[in-house]
């Protein structure tokens, strides 16, 4: 079992939906969670960090993170086709003492005007 | 502020030949980590930095790399007898401080080893 898993996609959703994007982890003790946004040939940027249970929203982004079920998502209200790129989700550990982060293998956006 | 800086964008070597990446982190961040990424897959997590701490080396994936931090700030990743496998984007990424704060990443290198 990886430790970080997502979909790989692509998830195509239509200019003005709402893109859901999941991603599960199997370190029990994971207390830092983080959503990158990359591009093709650029580097990751961040987009939304969560620590706590229930939904953190900034801005057309939603990160919701649910520890018991091992689950952290993002949504992204309102599409638009400049949101597509590939979605990392990552993880620190509670098995790591130091700041490395496990990501996942990323989903890809499809925003089709 | 300035962000993380990594020279070069670029490299290209002939298998065989040893190689440095360069990483100036966020002036400030303490913490510093290298990642790559192959074509296709996720970043790989390979060694971490923290002030005048022992680094964390445990994602090196051969004695072949090597990497160091001088003064706590400019950081050297060093692969050694390059094997065509070692071609990726070798990404570095700088924090403030503490276990899970944000990492901000640079641009990468681009190495391809022929």
């Known amino acids: 079992q990886k430790e970080v898993e997502q979909n790989s996609g692509p998830l195509s959703v239509p200019e003005g939906a709402i893109a859901s994007l999941n991603c599960t982890y199997s370190?029990?003790?994971?207390?830092?969670f983080f959503w990158y946004r990359q591009y093709s040939g650029k580097s990751p940027e961040l987009i939304m960090f969560?620590?706590?249970?229930g939904d953190k929203e900034d801005g057309r982004f939603t990160a919701q993170l649910n520890k018991a079920s091992q689950y952290v998502s993002l949504l992204i209200r309102d599409s638009q086709p400049s949101d597509s790129a590939t979605y990392l989700c990552?993880?620190?550990?509670?098995?790591?003492?130091?700041?490395?982060?496990?990501f996942g293998q990323g989903t890809t956006l499809q925003v089709k005007p | 502020g300035a962000g993380v800086s990594q020279s070069p964008s670029n490299k290209v070597t002939e298998k065989g030949k040893d190689v440095e990446l360069r990483c100036d982190p966020i002036?400030?961040?303490?913490?510093l980590y290298w990642y790559r990424q192959s074509l296709g897959q996720g970043l790989e997590f390979l060694i971490y930095?923290?002030?005048?701490?022992?680094?964390?080396k445990s994602g090196l994936p051969s004695d072949r790399f090597s990497a160091e931090r001088t003064g706590g700030s400019v950081s050297t990743l060093t692969i050694q007898r390059t094997q065509q496998e070692d071609s990726a984007v070798y990404l570095c990424?700088?924090?403030?401080?503490?276990?899970?704060?944000?990492?901000?990443f640079g641009p990468g290198t681009r190495l391809t080893v022929l």
């Open positions: 990424a700088s924090s403030l401080v503490m276990v899970g704060d944000t990492q901000y």
């Open positions: 370190d029990r003790g994971s207390q830092s």
């Open positions: 969560i620590y706590s249970n």
């Open positions: 990552a993880v620190n550990g509670k098995k790591s003492n130091t700041g490395k982060l496990i």
């Open positions: 002036s400030g961040h303490t913490a």
């Open positions: 930095f923290q002030g005048n701490s022992a680094p964390d």
